[in-house]
């Protein structure tokens, strides 16, 4: 498989040898496996072949390259190859002060950026220690909500789609597209919001936000249960999803998986109540779990917390108080030395960050734990013995989003 | 649960467990990380079966992999950091057949910062190309065109207080993809200096200057 390569000076830096690249034509890996895990990977056996999935493939969600094993349509192994997104965005918070980490973070989680921009703002809230006004808590509670739906609503069109029913994504796009027009009333941007603030969040709520935030409140609860009653008993759809991709319980937690992942194999794991953070211990909603673990149980939950999500913001909008929606920070800040772990419940399961602070005005460290990195990990052994076809339907059940994967 | 957590592991820990927030912290020294950790995951009344999160951190003087575990039992997160790996070659017991899941994290962290997980069957690269040489997280990886903390006369061309046409006229000088190093027009390695503005040599003797 591998040939020893002549080694020359590389063009990028003279006094680094690499060995020379490999052609187009070359079986992968174009270098020698560097892992036993690789070398084992990349040895065919008889009747066995290697199909690249990616990294432009639409139902990757993202640009993520996946080197297939297969035996006629079956699975042997996969090899996801990830790194085309990654920005170092850790280095560049480490580089910037606390604020520009909630633009820089911003951008990960695309499809719900309101979660993964909390994520300097909570961890630098715990450091300070800071009392944040009761209306911002308020605020951002709708706003984590209203993301969620939109994410969900997308999630489950994306899952038809990729199982090849057009209509669903139509009716995703649409709610979706409501709900972001209605969040660029309330924060000035359709997708990477920069809204959130250490201390509170930018601006307070709008007429126009609200009556909007109204009007579709009128509607949703109807097109919810719309989009159930499309899919919940289409027969192609639970053929496809039921019992495939099936999870258990054990299985679940030590890949490190949350989310609607681990809650569809019975965890009743869900950040909001596990550690409560913000007001969510003042609000009532359920947490909607399943047993079966498979992709059918997946879609049902999002489906379910779509429901309780839309409670919750039915209860903030009754319950939320007046009062500013900023603390009182100085404007250079200075986060007293420490380490703080934030995490908060994002669509996709526990966004965490874990921020070290040396007290001056930029972070010392800033890891962001991404939800998707870990529960994309799992698809290995999800997958494995299944059909080439079910590989799209099980990754988009796990709903990966690479921006955050990438980091 | 921090008084059962002293009980199990007291006298494995470096300091005493202490609760800081919603999080109980312990600090353990790299060659009891496997036992500390199998006991918080397998013993009865602790049950930390989640690994929340895995982490490298580069103190300047220390490495650190910094592990944070939930419970169901239990309505803090405990944080486990195992302190006191050396930067020339950080190595840490691989928590692999403990948490599956941590194989990718570790990846990451070696990615990152070099610390080799022993025991991880597939330590490779996660995010960077597979003939990168340098491990960005790291302190000691300044970044080379970091605006915000260039004085000035850094080594990007827009950043140096010279006219356009000078500066077309000035060598190029790039940072290498793969090392972070600093590469002359010539393609000979440059030093770095404090603050990383450096200046080529043809710069500071006035050629091309006004």
New interface residues.
């Given amino acids: 498989m591998t040939t020893d390569r002549e080694q020359v000076r590389s063009l990028d830096d003279p006094e680094i040898m690499v060995q020379t690249p490999g052609t187009i034509f070359d079986a992968i890996p174009p270098l020698t496996p560097r892992t036993e895990r690789e070398a084992e990977f990349y040895d065919l056996s008889e009747g066995q072949m290697f199909v690249n999935l990616g990294p432009q493939h639409p139902s990757t969600h993202g640009v993520l390259r996946v080197v297939l094993k297969i035996d006629g349509e079956k699975i042997v192994d996969l090899d996801p190859v990830m790194g085309y997104l990654h920005r170092g965005v850790e280095k560049i918070c480490e580089n910037g002060d606390w604020h520009h980490a909630i633009s820089n973070t911003d951008p990960l989680e695309y499809v719900a950026s309101m979660f993964s921009e909390a994520l300097p703002v909570l961890s630098a809230e715990r450091l300070l220690e800071l009392q944040v006004p009761r209306r911002a808590e308020y605020i951002r509670v709708l706003a984590w909500e209203l993301n969620r739906v939109a994410s969900h609503a997308l999630f489950i069109g994306w899952l038809a789609l990729d199982l090849g029913g057009i209509t669903p994504i139509l009716y995703g796009f649409a709610e979706r597209d409501e709900i972001v027009e209605m969040l660029a009333s309330l924060t000035g941007q359709r997708l990477l919001f920069n809204y959130l603030r250490i201390g509170g969040v930018n601006g307070d709520v709008s007429h126009d936000f609200l009556s909007r935030l109204g009007d579709w409140m009128s509607r949703a609860g109807v097109r919810v249960n719309d989009q159930a009653a499309l899919m919940n008993e289409n027969e192609i759809f639970v053929n496809r999803t039921k019992g495939l991709g099936v999870l258990d319980r054990e299985t679940a937690l030590h890949y490190g998986m949350s989310g609607p992942p681990l809650r569809a194999t019975g965890v009743p794991y869900d950040v909001r109540r596990a550690h409560p953070y913000s007001v969510y211990p003042e609000l009532e909603f359920d947490i909607p779990v399943r047993t079966d673990g498979d992709s059918y149980a997946r879609y049902l939950l999002h489906i379910e917390e779509i429901k309780q999500s839309l409670r919750i913001i039915d209860q903030v909008l009754h319950q939320m108080p007046d009062g500013p929606v900023m603390a009182k920070l100085p404007r250079l800040l200075r986060v007293p030395p420490g380490r703080a772990f934030a995490a908060l419940e994002s669509p996709r399961g526990q966004y965490a960050a874990y921020a070290v602070s040396d007290g001056s005005d930029q972070p010392f460290r800033f890891r962001i734990h991404d939800p998707s990195f870990f529960n994309l990990q799992a698809v290995r052994s999800l997958t494995r013995g299944h059909l080439l076809a079910d590989i799209m339907a099980i990754m988009a059940s796990l709903d990966p989003v690479m921006g955050g994967i990438d980091k | 649960m921090l008084n059962t957590i002293d009980d199990r592991l007291g006298e494995r820990l470096v300091v005493p467990p202490e609760l800081?927030?919603?999080?109980i912290?312990l600090v353990v020294r790299p060659r009891d990380l496997s036992d500390v950790m199998r006991t918080l995951r397998d013993d009865g009344d602790l049950r930390f079966?989640?690994?929340?999160?895995l982490?490298g951190?580069?103190t300047g003087l220390t490495m650190q992999v910094?592990y944070?575990l939930?419970s169901?039992l239990c309505?803090d997160?405990v944080?486990v950091i195992a302190d006191g790996l050396s930067r020339e070659d950080p190595r840490v017991p691989s928590m692999v057949h403990?948490?599956?899941?941590?194989?990718?994290?570790e990846r990451e962290a070696y990615d990152?910062f070099g610390i080799e997980f022993e025991g991880n069957?597939?330590?490779?690269?996660?995010?960077?190309?597979?003939?990168y040489?340098a491990f960005?997280?790291r302190k000691d990886?300044a970044?080379a065109d970091?605006a915000?903390?260039s004085p000035g006369a850094g080594i990007r061309p827009m950043e140096r207080p010279v006219a356009p046409a000078d500066v077309r006229a000035a060598p190029a000088i790039r940072t290498?993809?793969?090392?972070g190093?600093l590469?002359g027009p010539d393609?000979?390695?440059l030093e770095v200096g404090a603050g990383n503005a450096v200046r080529p040599a043809a710069l500071e003797s006035g050629e091309g200057a006004p």
């Fill in positions: 800081m927030g919603d999080t912290e079966e989640l690994m929340a999160d982490c951190v580069d910094v944070h939930w169901p309505s997160w944080r403990l948490w599956p899941g941590a194989e990718w994290a990152m069957r597939d330590l490779r690269r996660i995010y960077m190309p597979p003939d040489l960005p997280l990886f970044l970091d915000s903390r290498s993809a793969g090392t190093a590469i393609g000979e390695r």
